[in-house]
T-cell receptor
Framework: SQQGEEDPQALSIQEGENATMNCSYKTSINNLQWYRQNSGRGLVHLILIRSNEREKHSGRLRVTLDTSKKSSSLLITASRAADTASYFCATDAGETSGSRLTFGEGTQLTVNP | DGGITQSPKYLFRKEGQNVTLSCEQNLNHDAMYWYRQDPGQGLRLIYYSQIVNDFQKGDIAEGYSVSREKKESFPLTVTSAQKNPTAFYLC?????????????FGDGTRLSIL
């Protein structure tokens, strides 16, 4: 079953604007990961945040994790047309799930030049 | 360059036919996975393997089979028992067990029914 649920399903912004995507999940997790997928391609890992971390940065990416609300957000600052892709969160619920990653259904981001 | 290679990129299956999707990695990763992705949806786990000669069913294993005879290779067979095989299939690998490490993905195989 899909634990992560992204919101919104689709987001369209202008180049230079910030994009925020949210992910909610149901069970306790060990960590949460964000991936990017360009159309017709495989997924590319962006960032991993552990359950004891609240915020993590990587370049123009900022990820937050609120375990009390079982939610995470991915912020892309100063977006570029090349950021157009689908973005997925994936949760690791630890031993109870066999330490498997469970992916959400993704947010389709379109950055207009 | 190290990475994961999936082949073929496009595959067509006739009714009643088994087809095999190839996945090879040269990253020296122990764990490998197969996912299915339907249009506009996320990934669903079919099978995964954490070591050679061992593999476990994922959430949607029915109609699929795998083998893990070599560390570098994890082929997926879509059998005739899988009645709705049309999808995008993604193979991934990671250094160790799932969830603890990022997964590296191939570029997928798109399977359609003739």
């Amino acid at each position: 079953s899909q634990q992560g649920e992204e919101d919104p399903q689709a987001l369209s912004i202008q180049e230079g604007e910030n994009a925020t995507m949210n992910c909610s999940y149901k069970t306790s997790i060990n960590n949460l990961q964000w991936y990017r997928q360009n159309s017709g391609r495989g997924l590319v890992h962006l960032i991993l945040i552990r359950s004891n971390e609240r915020e993590k940065h990587s370049g123009r990416l900022r990820v937050t994790l609120d375990t009390s609300k079982k939610s995470s957000s991915l912020l892309i600052t100063a977006s570029r047309a090349a950021d157009t892709a689908s973005y997925f969160c994936a949760t690791d619920a630890g031993e109870t799930s066999g330490s498997r990653l469970t992916f959400g259904e993704g947010t389709q981001l379109t950055v207009n030049p | 360059d190290g990475g994961i290679t999936q082949s073929p990129k496009y595959l067509f299956r006739k009714e009643g036919q088994n087809v095999t999707l190839s996945c090879e990695q040269n990253l020296n990763h122990d764990a490998m996975y197969w996912y299915r992705q339907d249009p506009g949806q996320g990934l669903r786990l079919i099978y995964y393997s954490q070591i050679v000669n061992d593999f476990q069913k994922g959430d949607i294993a029915e109609g699929y089979s795998v083998s893990r005879e070599k560390k570098e290779s994890f082929p997926l067979t879509v059998t005739s028992a899988q009645k709705n095989p049309t999808a995008f299939y993604l193979c991934a690998s990671s250094i160790r067990r799932q969830g603890r490490q990022p997964q590296h993905f191939g570029d997928g195989t798109r399977l359609s029914i003739l």
